[in-house]
């Protein structure tokens, strides 16, 4: 598209400043294959590359070569549904454009047919049974390069988002030793789950013990943690040891240390500074080997700074601070976090498994708010009701639902053109965009928004449900 100006045709001129350890980098992310979710997704980095080719092949391949002084990536697919010749990518001046290749089934980016698109940050592109995601993120020079697969890593420290490996393969480089770990982050992104993947790697003979600070009464908590002695208070009938102790030459896990209290901090300190727990109603410390990781959702920093978190505890705890992104930040991990998943909820059959397209591109589009834990839910959920067939739109909850009517049919006609379906699907997409416009204006209340599109409240909660919006996203502004 650019062949004839006079600058050199690259896809992607990334622009460095001086002394830079990362800057964002344009990515392709192969993520998942409807009818294969197990198989392994892929990285593709574009720096420097004149056009990306996209058809179909008898095995997946990625191919990367020099035409005529042009850099081509050849991406073939084993997908019935991708035509020989689908789609490229090209660069028009500093622009990414993608281009349908009059192919059978079209080519679809973030569910809208479209035969030829200016790719933006996040867009979910869509080749037959097979998703792509397009994302330009902090990389530095090292890890500017295609990556086959991260399943090789233990679940919870995989990922295809560069950043994020650097991070994680820092930690893998701590877990052996005795230091502390802050793991930060929203709930439900998966920081019990990294912890354990720090005690595998740690090496440490003893047990992993989780507790959740914020789940226990103010009352017990020394008493869980530090143990107590026979009738050291009103129900303690016998000797308990504690958790600490339990944890000995393992791992001991706080989650939600923030809800720790100020007397159960300072006991804890003293833990950490002498490597021994005094058990209450006792007077005699015993010694412990112990290696802690803690887990936040709260700004810790910031708990000290009000006074709310002592500052020498968080000065002990804080050797090694990971934060963990929340999911619909770490979207080209989708795949991999699916794949991992399906194998938990159904270890046996998981191989067996696929997925609708509807189904996919919901799965893929949703912003998940409650991060890991509710995709797991969704996924173990979705399992269930499909009873060991082919996992489809109407198999996930209603919030996850997104507009229906944007992809042909899984037996289209072979003949089908995109054109005949774009209208239905363009004009899902408006309504949608003006519902999630209104929804932001006016706070989430249903009222107002039934009041300014001129429609009763019934029409507003049908359209709600079709397009898997939740006004309550939307009441903090």
Avoid at 72 to 83: H, N, T
Avoid at 366 to 379: I, M, T, Y
């Amino acid at each position: 598209m650019s062949a004839g100006r006079d600058e050199p045709s690259t896809l992607v001129r990334t622009r460095r400043r001086a002394g830079s350890a990362a800057e964002p980098r344009p990515f392709l992310f192969l993520v998942l294959q409807c009818q294969r979710p197990m198989d392994p997704p892929a990285r593709l980095a574009l720096d420097g590359v004149d056009e990306v080719r996209f058809g179909r092949g008898p095995v997946r391949s990625i191919d990367r070569r020099t035409e005529a002084d042009r850099a081509l990536l050849d991406v073939r697919l084993e997908d019935g549904w991708v035509s020989s010749r689908h789609a490229r990518i090209t660069r028009d001046g500093g622009q990414l454009c993608l281009e349908d290749l009059g192919s059978t089934n079209g080519t679809f980016v973030n569910g809208v047919p479209r035969r030829s698109a200016t790719l933006a940050e996040g867009d979910l592109i869509e080749l037959g049974h097979t998703f792509f995601l397009f994302r330009e993120v902090a990389a530095p020079e090292e890890a500017a390069s295609d990556a086959a697969q991260a399943a090789d890593q233990p679940f919870g420290l995989a990922t295809f988002s560069p950043e994020l490996a650097e991070r994680f393969a820092a930690l893998r480089a701590v877990a052996p030793a005795p230091i502390p770990v802050v793991l930060q982050g929203e709930s439900g992104t998966g920081k019990e789950v990294v912890a354990r993947a720090v005690h595998a790697l740690s090496g440490r003979p003893g047990p992993f013990v989780a507790i959740n600070c914020g789940a226990l009464p103010e009352s017990l908590i020394e008493s869980e943690l530090f143990g107590h002695k026979k009738g050291a208070f009103s129900g303690a009938a016998e000797d308990r040891p504690g958790l600490i102790r339990a944890s000995d030459r393992g791992t001991l896990f706080l989650d939600e240390i923030g809800d720790l209290p100020a007397a159960s901090q300072t006991a804890f300190l003293r833990v950490l500074q002498e490597s021994e727990v005094v058990a209450v109603g006792a007077t005699r410390p015993v010694k412990v080997d112990l290696r802690v990781v803690v887990a936040t959702h709260r700004d810790l920093p910031a708990m000290v700074e009000r006074g709310d978190f002592r500052g020498d505890l968080f000065a002990r705890l804080s050797g090694f601070v990971l934060e963990l992104p929340p999911l619909r930040r770490r979207r080209e991990d989708l795949g991999l976090l699916i794949a991992a998943l399906l194998r938990r909820a159904a270890p046996d059959r998981a191989a067996s498994i696929s997925l609708g397209c509807e189904a996919a591109r919901a799965l893929l589009l949703r912003e998940w708010r409650l991060n890991v834990r509710e995709l797991e839910k969704c996924l173990a959920t979705a399992i269930v009701l499909a009873g060991g067939g082919r996992v489809e739109l109407d198999h996930l909850p209603p919030p996850v639902v997104v507009p229906r009517g944007s992809h042909p049919p899984e037996a289209s006609k072979p003949d089908a053109q995109p054109a005949e379906r774009q209208r239905p699907a363009e004009e899902d997409q408006q309504r949608r965009e003006a519902l999630i416009r209104l929804f932001r204006e006016h706070r989430g209340n249903v009222s107002a928004v039934a009041r300014a599109m001129g429609k009763g409240r019934t029409q507003i909660h049908r359209w709600i449900a079709r397009y898997g919006i939740e006004p309550g996203d939307y009441r903090d502004g």
